[in-house]
Nanobody, 119 residues
Framework: QVQLVESGGGLVQAGGSLRLSCAASGMIFSFNVMGWYRQAPGDQRELVAAITSGGSANYADSVKGRFTISRDNAKNTVYLQMDSLKSEDTAVYYC?????????????WGQGTQVTVSS
């Protein structure tokens, strides 16, 4: 079983910064993708940013230039540095790790951490 433990959420003023962390443990395949998703009340969960074990990253258009995703493969940990935060970034942020082995997809989620940006 794989567990994801997130930390770093909280309340911040618009224009401020927060850093989220997510540590994965358990039976994890080396070649994987770790990412951050978010879900605001009444909205669907959306991808914020993701990064492969090789270091390739992609971002939602709404966060490009403001958020930076990174990872430490030795620690199975992914980070999300969030700068220039806006009120519309307010959401529950979820960590995700996924990989494929042969024909099966493995997909695990963290419990979520609240990020609230006050205007």
């Amino acid at each position: 079983q794989v567990q994801l433990v997130e930390s770093g959420g909280g309340l911040v003023q618009a224009g401020g910064s927060l850093r989220l962390s997510c540590a994965a443990s358990g039976m994890i395949f080396s070649f994987n993708v770790m990412g951050w998703y978010r879900q605001a009340p009444g909205d669907q969960r959306e991808l914020v940013a993701a990064i492969t074990s090789g270091g390739s990253a992609n971002y939602a258009d709404s966060v490009k230039g403001r958020f930076t995703i990174s990872r430490d493969n030795a620690k199975n940990t992914v980070y999300l540095q969030m700068d220039s935060l806006k009120s519309e970034d307010t959401a529950v942020y979820y960590c995700n790790i996924q990989w494929r082995r042969v024909t099966k997809k493995y997909d695990y989620w963290g419990q979520g951490t609240q990020v609230t940006v006050s205007s």
